[in-house]
């Protein structure tokens, strides 16, 4: 008789794997898209499905709605992987795919991270898709404007997948514990406050939320009646961060940004550091920091220092290119530079000052003289008539008047007192000087 070995015995599939939905009903999330009369949903349930790029974060259902997608049109479903595909191999599956539909079998091929396969691997595509040999259901987390080729993307319907709710993710753990599919079968005594801090971990990625759970799960105390008992304290050493004091929809989430906001403009590099790390430390996105940054660049900084919004802008950039944990060294640079900048307010003043006006005075006329006469009939009733054009000037300066009559005079753009406004606020008086002189 054989001794059965230890690795022969079946190992028990990870959860999120278990857990996979089977179907729409079970599919949680993109109500946009597959709710009741949505239009992916139309097209599933009455067989018409037609080639298509998915375009979401991670997590959020592509794979799953693929493989939904070809359970419900009764289909062959085939993977490829960038990495493992080349031309050869996705020309075979072609092959087959169109003696397959010859004999009234459908083939969607379902290729994961498309953004990754280079222009010939995609193109090798493209008139298997054309002939309706296959479905093709791509899947990236980059925009496919610019990751796939433009004769394929003209081919597919793009539906964009939104990031998970918390809720939606919620509703997914709970579920977790009480399918038979996941633990179901096991006594396992975890409260919801519990499983909405796995929710907000997750940042709206399923499949981390469902890894999470498991681990937490296995890593357990169990007592005499075998329930399995989930403390916070369980919880937070499989995290390995100190996310429960943070709530990213709550008010601490506003008061740690608004702390990292507030010591950067205060000129305060360090305490601007420590912000930021208590939130990338407790899983924040670091693209909503990017852009929280870019915004700083412009509101609190702006002409002072005008290179502080190249800075924002190309660390958003490295944050969608690396991301975490890589990126946040990029985000500690950005906070850094914006705290020691020099300060200016004034493009934010000017900016509210002139909106203000602006919603108060939306009929107000464009004054003849700044009119295009692009007509004869717009010419004879004056536009642009008058028109002073600065280049063709000595100065490179008219005193033509650019406001409508009941603005006149009026100052919105109030030059500061550091940086590069030191610079532009000599040159905004000398401009005043000479309009004034030439009246």
């Not at 958003?316 to 060294?329: K, L, R």
């Not at 008058?386 to 753009?413: F, I, R, W």
């Amino acid at each position: 008789m054989e001794q059965s070995s230890l690795f022969e015995m079946p190992l028990q599939e990870p959860l999120a794997y278990r857990m996979r939905p089977r179907n729409l009903e079970e599919f949680v999330g993109q109500k946009h898209l597959i709710g009741e009369g949505k239009l992916l949903r139309r097209m599933i349930e009455s067989d018409n499905v037609s080639s298509m790029i998915f375009w979401g974060p991670p997590g959020v259902g592509k794979t799953t709605l693929a493989r939904i997608i070809a359970s419900q049109t009764q289909s062959e479903f085939i993977t490829f992987s960038a990495v493992t595909s080349g031309i050869k191999d996705i020309k075979k599956v072609m092959e087959d795919a169109d003696k397959n539909r010859s004999l009234g079998i459908k083939t969607i091929v379902f290729v994961d991270e498309i953004h990754r396969f280079n222009k010939a691997q995609q193109d090798a595509f493209l008139p298997y898709v054309e002939k309706g040999s296959i479905v093709l259901i791509g899947a990236t987390t980059e925009n496919p404007s610019f990751e796939v080729n433009n004769a394929l993307l003209s081919r597919c319907r793009v539906f964009v997948l939104k990031e998970l709710t918390t809720e939606d993710i919620f509703d997914l753990l709970k579920r977790a514990i009480t399918d038979e599919r996941g633990f179901g079968k096991e006594k396992v005594k975890i409260s919801d406050d519990d499983l909405h801090i796995i929710a907000e971990f997750a940042n709206g990625d399923a499949r981390t939320a469902l890894t999470t759970l498991d681990m937490i799960v296995i890593n357990g105390d169990i007592d005499k009646k075998g329930t399995i008992k989930i403390s916070k304290e369980i919880i937070e050493e499989c995290i390995s961060k100190k996310s429960l004091l943070y709530d990213k929809n709550g008010e601490e989430h506003y008061n740690i940004i608004s702390a990292l906001h507030k010591s950067m403009r205060n000129s305060d590099p360090d305490a601007a550091v420590y912000w930021l790390s208590r939130m990338l430390e407790a899983g924040e996105d670091p693209i909503y920091l990017a852009r929280r940054i870019c915004r700083f660049a412009s509101e609190d900084i702006g002409l002072a220092d005008t290179n502080a919004l190249n800075v924002a802008i190309n660390v958003y950039h490295a944050c969608h290119f690396i991301g975490v944990p890589e990126c946040n060294v990029h985000l500690a640079e950005a906070v850094i530079y914006m705290s020691l900048a020099p300060k200016s307010n004034s493009c934010y003043m000017a900016y509210n000052m002139a909106a203000n006006d602006a919603r108060n005075m939306l009929s107000e006329p464009v004054p003849l003289v700044i009119r295009n006469g692009e007509t004869k009939l717009m010419k004879d009733l004056g536009y642009g008539k008058g028109y002073q054009y600065a280049h063709d000037t000595k100065d490179k300066l008219t005193n033509m008047e650019c406001m409508p009559p009941s603005l006149k005079g009026k100052v919105y753009y109030n030059p500061g007192v550091l940086g590069n406004e030191i610079k532009f606020k000599e040159r905004l008086e000398a401009i005043k000087k000479w309009k004034s002189e030439h009246k």
